[in-house]
């Protein structure tokens, strides 16, 4: 029997399972929202987000990441190559990297994922090469560069404005009081109707309320985790996943669904409660698990990414 390595994050050993009223909780089976991605070669323990009370211990912790592992016998049978297994490791090494804020992280791993794309599409697969490639992007975030590059990216309004516009059809199960809950959604589905030049006034407006909002910076621990879950709970860019650019742009689309929903919930102050948070991201995510980005077949993955950073 082979004996593989098992690993569970302080976000499960410390969630203490209660009777929990969450709306994803009403319908769940036994041992939920207990998670287990079971590979052949490795098994990750998790919760799942769509739970409330699971995405508190996920989100609120600044130790949630801590990581233990045991060795323990496999249960799964699909295979995690060590090209994957080493491309989604360099992901959570530049995701923790404290030189770099949140959207650096997110530019640092979109420029990893397209080259590890280039890499796979010429046939290499030595995982050494995107070890040598997440080291030199550490180097460049801690000498500033890569921030400064960030800072120069060409900003695309046209994509920024069509994610803005797809978010008219979010239908999210809020657990929030009914008059804040219809608040929210209404301002949600008017984003699917309204004229372009509205729309623009609109996304202008919710940038700047996004800056305002101070939670982010007071914790930032929240966006962290809500990135590092992403990327170990989906073992991004995912097991079989071909198409990098992809997952790419489905990461960063959920980057700026939350802080759209972020801005329109705190209003011109700005303000917003960590229970606030907690709701959207769970919401969001039972949403996104049911309804998976889909892009035109049409687009290359170099066109997806790109698409992707110009969400950041
Ligand atoms: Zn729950």
Known sequence: ????????????ARFVQKVCTCPACQQAPEG????????????????????????????????AFVLSATREKAQGEQLLTPWKEML?????????????????CLYAIGVLISK???????????????ASMAEQLMLLAEQGVLERQF??????????LSAL???????????????????????????????????????AGLDFTKRQITLFSEQPHILRNLLIYKLYHDVFPGVECANYGEAYLALATTFFRLR????????????????????????????EQQHPLTTDDAHTADYSLLCGLSLL
């Open 260 to 287: 759209t929903l972020c801005a329109i919930a705190a209003g011109e102050r700005g303000e917003l409660s960590n229970e606030q948070v907690v709701t959207f991201i769970s919401a969001l995510s039972a949403w």
């Open 151 to 160: 800072g120069e990216l060409p900003a695309i309004p046209q994509n920024r």
């Open 88 to 104: 989604n490791q360099q992901c959570i090494n530049l995701a923790v990297h404290p030189a770099m804020s949140l959207e650096v």
């Open 165 to 203: 516009k797809m978010m008219g059809s979010l239908r999210l199960n809020l657990n929030l009081p009914m008059a804040e809950k219809m608040g929210v959604m209404l301002k949600l589905s008017e984003l699917s109707i309204m004229p372009p030049a509205r729309l623009e006034e609109r996304l």
């Open 32 to 63: 939920w929202p207990h998670v287990s991605v079971a590979l052949k070669n490795q098994q990750r323990e998790s919760l799942s987000m769509n739970c409330e009370a699971a995405a508190s211990a996920i989100l609120l912790d600044p130790e």
């Open 1 to 12: 029997m082979d004996m593989i390595d098992h690993y569970q994050p302080e976000y499960v």
């Open 116 to 130: 590890a794309q280039q890499y796979r599409d010429n046939g290499e697969s030595d995982p050494a090469m995107l």
